[in-house]
């Protein structure tokens, strides 16, 4: 599986941005972004499964809306009134619908860089 992500980029505070991430090489389950902070461990964002059952962070929630095209095996992630706490790379993840034995549970992408300058 390879996961491609792309959208991020500096903005201002109160502004707003929209992440893509596309997966190819299996059909995909769950998809979702993380974020890492400078200085802090990885965190969840927001997560969308196949069905469309979506999961938030409380601190996201409210003004990131998580959705995806499954045709597409693509996961958006839509951020307004974005602050300073929000910047850090962005990651998208992708759990594999079906897996072999040696398949990895999850896959992660490149990360993208968000900036949000206050």
């Known amino acids: 599986v390879q996961l491609q992500a792309s959208g991020g980029g500096l903005v201002q505070n109160g502004g707003s941005l929209r992440l893509s991430c596309a997966a190819s090489g299996a059909r995909i389950d769950k998809m979702g972004w993380y974020r890492q902070g400078p200085g802090t461990q990885r965190e969840l964002v927001a997560t969308?499964?196949?069905?469309?059952?979506?999961k938030y962070a409380n601190s996201v929630k409210g003004r990131f809306t998580i959705s995806r095209d499954n045709a597409r095996n693509t996961v958006y992630l839509e951020m307004k009134s974005l602050k300073s706490e929000d910047t850090g790379i962005y990651y998208c993840?992708?759990?594999?619908?079906?897996?072999?034995?040696?398949?990895?549970?999850?896959?992660w992408g490149q990360g993208t860089l968000v900036t949000v300058s206050s």
């Open positions: 993840n992708a759990e594999p619908s079906e897996r072999t034995a040696t398949t990895p549970k999850e896959f």
């Open positions: 969308v499964t196949r069905s469309g059952a979506t």
